[in-house]
T-cell receptor, first 114, second 114 residues
């Protein structure tokens, strides 16, 4: 597609529920990133994929967070047993491989845990 | 580790006035530098980027930024602000080498008054 697509746009989850957030990157973009943006804050790095390989997951806040990109295109961020502190906007971005390119961001998924 | 400081949380300017948003970074060498803009409920849009060469960078929507190595700064400027520029602006720094992990500042919210 023309841009990075994320779904759903909004998700309300009860505490303890599992959620799955989807990201469709720009076709041909090798690099894919997930960021978490809490209210009033800048985006914080969660994880990075190069094709299907997850090369950096140092930003995932706990083992309840899991991300995958099995075929090197669509990615899913899964949060198990959601907690209130997980409430945030989750942003996906993609980029052409190599240096020298800015990211293209999706519009994000706003997760509210009640 | 790289980091970004945006000292102004909120700035108000009159329409037609000039604008300068401050950004200071910390990085061991010359980094990649970016400015992104985020409108309410939207993802981040890349305004401009600096990789090398001319330290004055032109971006979209009439914005420019100047990289000053001696001051570790990358301030964003616009000579005449329009009401549609009201948004939140994020400065970001990316590491050279590797997959270009980007670290964002906490953002500056711009309000434009008539």
């Amino acid at each position: 597609g023309a841009g990075v697509s994320q779904s759903p746009r909004y998700k309300v989850a009860k505490r303890g529920q599992d959620v799955a957030l989807r990201c469709d990157p720009i076709s041909g973009h090798v690099s894919l990133f997930w960021y978490q943006q809490a209210l009033g804050q800048g985006p914080e790095f969660l994880t990075y994929f190069q094709n299907e390989a997850q090369l950096d997951k140092s930003g995932l806040p706990s083992d309840r967070f899991f991300a995958e990109r099995p075929e090197g295109s669509v990615s899913t961020l899964k949060i198990q047993r959601t907690q209130q502190e997980d409430s945030a906007v989750y942003l996906c971005a993609s980029s052409l491989s190599g240096q020298g390119n800015g990211y293209t961001f999706g519009s994000g998924t706003r997760l509210t845990v009640v | 580790a790289q980091s970004v400081t945006q000292p102004d949380i909120h700035i108000t300017v009159s329409e037609g006035a000039s604008l300068e948003l401050r950004c200071n970074y910390s990085y061991g060498a010359t980094p990649y530098l970016f400015w992104y803009v985020q409108s309410p409920g939207q993802g981040l849009q890349l305004l401009l980027k600096y990789f090398s060469g001319d330290t004055l960078v032109q971006g979209i929507k009439g914005f420019e930024a100047e990289f000053k190595r001696s001051q570790s700064s990358f301030n964003l400027r616009k000579p005449s602000v329009h009401w549609s520029d009201a948004a939140e602006y994020f400065c970001a720094v990316g590491a050279r080498g590797g997959y270009q992990k980007v670290t964002f500042g906490t953002g500056t919210k711009l309000q434009v008054i008539p």
